[in-house]
């Protein structure tokens, strides 16, 4: 029914910067909530950002002031700009979007995850 690809993680240096796209397709009438979470090796899966469909934003403390979340409705589309990375960023990110099918029901989404690694 939905399918969220995302793209745009890779291998960095301390200090770069990458970003992350996240594009939802299918029965979609809406997209609501969009996330990032990331996952580092023997650790939980953390919610990163959060943009709801007005704008509003939420980031993690570890986060904040470096990286950036952003949407596109039209497009169904979540974006993190991700500045001033640190090797304990490494992780596979995840986006999570909440739609709301055709049908009128709501469905939670996730991508497959996307490697970004930061080396020092």
């Known amino acids: 029914q939905v399918r969220l690809v995302e793209s745009g993680g890779g291998l960095v240096q301390a200090g770069g910067s990458l970003r992350l796209s996240c594009a939802a397709s299918g029965s979609i009438f809406s997209t609501r909530a969009m996330d990032w979470y990331r996952q580092a090796p023997g650790k939980q899966r953390d919610l990163v950002a959060a943009?709801?469909?007005?704008?509003?934003?939420n980031y993690a403390d570890s986060v904040k002031g470096r990286f950036t979340i952003s949407r596109d409705n039209a497009k169904n589309a979540a974006y993190l700009q991700m500045n001033s990375l640190k090797p304990e960023d490494t992780a596979v990110y995840y986006c999570?979007?909440?739609?709301?099918?055709?049908?009128?029901?709501?469905?939670?989404?996730w991508g497959q995850g996307t490697q970004v690694t930061v080396s020092s």
């Open positions: 999570k979007f909440e739609v709301q099918l055709n049908t009128g029901a709501t469905y939670y989404y």
């Open positions: 943009i709801t469909r007005g704008g509003r934003t």
